[in-house]
Structure formats: structure tokens, C-alpha cells
């Protein structure tokens, strides 16, 4: 208790700074989680923030995030992030219905129940789990290797997936080697390229004249924004009641879905949403009312899914055997020299081993309080002023030059014109695979993790 009281002050400044910057990033359309999430809570955790502030400050903003993306998802119809991606037929179904805000409203509701729900959940699943957690360990190597194969095939590429494995994690072991001979030893800017290689990938395409000429806009896109109807219903000031706004069906069916989704957790996320949502839509008839239980089923998934895919790695096995712990949370195990997960050798020290199980359920349902007072206020009463705003002034150029600048300079500090290097070529072949044979990237971090971790015992078998 002395310990959670000694680390609270920095863990409510960075769970706030965390809700503060992602609920705004998460009203910009397109900004995936992997690209987001990861390199800030890697800059975070390598500026020396105490284990407790890192905890917060991700949790939080993978919270709020996944608020704030329902906002151009519903009023725009514009994609929030890649979580946010199912959640689209029945926006716009809303939308065509006249009631875009009430979508909003309810979505937004269900994020917040359900993330109480999944960190309670999570907490107890990993509880039950940890007695495994040496086992586990001990056969590391070879499940990285199952959990990457399943992960693959679980994707929308399926078998070209699992066969995409093959050459991504041979380009790995081949810049491992590489950098190597320089006696360079590079972790962090293999993430980076992972998650921003959809955007390495347009660079490029800018560079040429074919992909230069698909990208040219002759004048700015034409984007429908719903009306500001109904938005401050209810009065302006007073904090808004998610059990007010959906109704009691709605309450369960947030609550079933999160609970069984934070047991699932080496699923892929989006697969959950849509498997959640399915299962809602199969039990109500009436038309309204099947459209807005299914979206707020699905958006309450979108945060189950990330909580307990972080947080049940993190406290039962101390690795990243989840497609979230594997993307947006891998700095979270591996943030050399911080944070380094290597069950080869036996060494695992990282976020797990830094706090206990009481303090990943105390901080963690303090980042969901810190969230909600943050991204739902905002999420519900200023919601099109912000669509409007991101739509007319906000340059999605410059959000990309940013990351693009943060990679940079990571990489640079990590491994010099090696890192940079590495980050340019896995993000360029990475993104390709994304973008082409769309897997996403929580298959290609689970790669790296194979061709570092599985691959040398499959090598120490046979020779």
C-alpha cells in the first residue's frame, strides 16, 4: 500500500496526460493504434517515467482512444482507427436513420461500462492463468511460434498470412545479422518500423510517378458531416450517465460481451468486435434498437479486447503472447534498456515484473476513472465541434510528419544510421504486407518474436 501511495501522484499525471493527448488523437481519422500508441508509450517509458506512470499513461490512452475513434467513425463515416473499422456498416445505417448522435452517445457509453468490466475481468482471467505462467515460459519459444501462425490465419489475409510469415521473418534474422557484424544489437526500431509501415509505404509511393499521380488531389475531399442535432441534450454541465443512456438490455449486453471478449484475449481485436457484435445482432429483432445494442456492443469490445490483451500477459505470463501486447503494448515487455523480455535466456524484465497484481488493478482502474473524466465529457458534448475542427484545419500531413519524425530520432538514438535503416526496410516490406496481403501488425510483431525467439531453439533441436 506504501509503495501504491508513493507512485500515485505520477501515475495520475501521466494516466491524464495519456487520456488528454489520445482522446484528441483519437478524433483524427486513420490514426491506427499500433502507430500511435507504441512509439509515444515507448518515448514515455525511455525518458525514465516510473513503471507506475508508464502503466497509466498507455492504459488511459488506449482507454480514451477508443472512445474519442467513434466520433469520425459515426459522424463522418471515416474509420476511427483499425478497431474501429466493423463498427462502420452500422454508422452509417444510423446515419441514413437521421440519428448519428444517438449512435455516438451509446457507443461512447458502452466504451466506458465495458472498461471497468474488462479490467476486472482481465484482472481475475490473468489470476487464474499465472500458476501457468512458468510453464509457459519454459515453452516460449514454440508457442510464439503457434500463437504467430494462429494469429496470421485469424487476420483477413488467412493462409497468405501464415506464408507471409515465412520471408518477413527471414528479412529479420537476415538485418540481425547484418547488424551484428557491427556489433549493433536493435530491438526498438524493428517495432517502429512495424508500426508505421502503412505510412513508410505511402512515402515511397510519393516518390514515384505512378504512385505519385494515385495520391495527387486535385482539390480538397468533400467530407458529410451529421448535423449537430441533439448532441448537449440533457444539459451542458452536468457529467453524462452512460446507465441513463443505454437502456437496461443495452447495460448487458456490455456487459456479457466485454466478459467473455477479456477471456478470449489471443484473438485478434477486430475479429472479437465483429464475433461480439454478431452475437447482440442474432438476439434482437427490432430494427432500431438491433442497430444501436450492436454498435454499442462492438465499441464496448474495441476497449475489452485491448485491456485484457494487455493486461493478461503482462500479470500471468510476464510476455507478449496476445496480438495487442504483441503491437501497440510490445514496449511495454521490450524497451531495451529499460524494459527486456528474452525467454531464450530466461530474462524477463519488464512491466510485470515491476509492479504486482494489486497495482496493475489499482492503477488500471484508475487510468479507466482518469479516462472517462477526460474522453467521455468530451466525447459527448463536444463531439461535432471536433469532427469539424480535425475535418477543416487539422493537416493529416502533418501528423504523419510528425510520427515520421519520431521514428527518426528513436531510431537514430538506438542503433545510429543502422536503426534508421532497419526501422526504413521492415517498415517498406512491413507496410507492403499490410496494405497488399493485409495482414495486420500484430502478426508481423509476433514474426519478430518468432525469428528471435523461435527460431534459435528450432535450430538448437535440429542440430
Not at 492463468?129 to 485469424?154: C, N, R, T
Not at 510485470?352 to 497484481?357: D, E, F, P, Y
Amino acid at each position: 500500500m506504501e509503495i501504491l501511495l508513493q507512485e500515485l501522484p505520477i501515475a495520475i499525471l501521466m494516466g491524464l496526460i495519456g487520456a488528454i493527448v489520445f482522446a484528441l488523437i483519437g478524433v483524427v481519422s486513420g490514426t491506427d493504434e499500433t502507430a500511435t500508441l507504441a512509439p509515444l508509450t515507448l518515448v514515455v517509458i525511455l525518458i525514465g517515467v516510473p513503471p507506475a506512470g508508464v502503466f497509466t499513461f498507455f492504459l488511459a490512452g488506449a482507454i480514451s482512444k477508443h472512445m474519442t475513434h467513434a466520433i469520425p467513425t459515426m459522424l463522418i463515416g471515416i474509420p476511427g482507427d483499425t478497431m474501429a473499422v466493423p463498427l462502420l456498416d452500422d454508422a452509417a445505417r444510423m446515419r441514413a436513420l437521421g440519428v448519428p448522435h444517438i449512435a455516438l452517445r451509446k457507443a461512447v457509453s458502452g466504451a466506458v461500462i465495458s472498461s471497468f468490466i474488462a479490467v476486472c475481468a482481465a484482472v481475475l482471467f490473468a489470476w487464474l492463468l499465472s500458476p501457468f505462467g512458468d510453464f509457459i515460459g519454459g515453452i516460449a519459444p514454440w508457442l510464439f511460434l503457434v500463437a504467430a501462425v494462429g494469429i496470421a490465419y485469424s487476420s483477413p489475409a488467412k493462409l497468405a498470412g501464415v506464408l507471409a510469415l515465412v520471408p518477413f521473418v527471414a528479412l529479420v534474422l537476415g538485418l540481425q545479422a547484418w547488424t551484428g557484424t557491427h556489433e549493433v544489437a536493435l530491438t526498438i526500431s524493428y517495432f517502429l518500423g512495424i508500426a508505421i509501415g502503412p505510412m513508410i509505404v505511402d512515402l515511397f509511393a510519393v516518390l514515384a510517378p505512378l504512385g505519385r499521380a494515385e495520391l495527387r488531389r486535385d482539390e480538397p475531399s468533400q467530407v458529410y458531416l451529421a448535423p449537430d442535432t441533439g448532441f448537449r441534450k440533457g444539459g451542458s454541465r452536468s457529467f453524462p450517465n452512460p446507465f441513463r443512456i443505454l437502456d437496461r438490455r443495452q447495460v448487458t449486453a456490455v456487459a456479457a460481451t466485454s466478459t467473455i471478449s477479456s477471456a478470449t484475449f489471443v484473438f485478434s481485436p477486430v475479429a472479437m468486435t465483429v464475433l461480439m457484435g454478431e452475437l447482440v445482432r442474432a438476439r434482437i429483432k427490432q430494427g432500431y434498437q438491433r442497430l444501436s445494442s450492436t454498435l454499442t456492443a462492438k465499441n464496448g469490445t474495441t476497449e475489452s479486447t485491448y485491456i485484457a490483451e494487455a493486461l493478461i500477459p503482462l500479470i500471468a505470463f510476464g510476455l507478449p503472447l496476445s496480438p495487442v501486447a504483441a503491437g501497440p503494448a510490445a514496449p511495454l515487455f521490450n524497451a531495451p534498456p529499460v524494459f527486456e523480455t528474452n525467454p531464450e535466456t530466461g530474462t524477463i524484465d519488464n512491466l510485470s515484473t515491476a509492479l504486482s497484481t494489486s497495482q496493475f488493478f489499482a492503477y488500471g482502474l484508475l487510468a479507466a476513472v482518469l479516462a472517462t473524466i477526460i474522453a467521455y465529457p468530451f466525447a459527448m458534448r463536444y463531439a461535432h465541434a471536433a469532427a469539424r475542427f480535425v475535418v477543416t484545419k487539422v493537416s493529416h500531413e502533418a501528423i504523419i510528419a510528425a510520427f515520421v519524425g519520431l521514428v527518426v530520432v528513436v531510431s537514430l538514438w538506438e542503433g545510429g544510421i543502422f536503426g534508421l535503416l532497419v526501422s526504413l526496410t521492415v517498415g517498406l516490406v512491413g507496410g507492403m504486407l499490410i496494405r497488399i496481403v493485409k495482414v495486420h501488425a500484430g502478426v508481423l510483431f509476433m514474426g519478430f518474436y518468432v525469428a528471435v525467439l523461435s527460431v534459435p531453439g528450432i535450430l538448437a533441436v535440429f542440430s
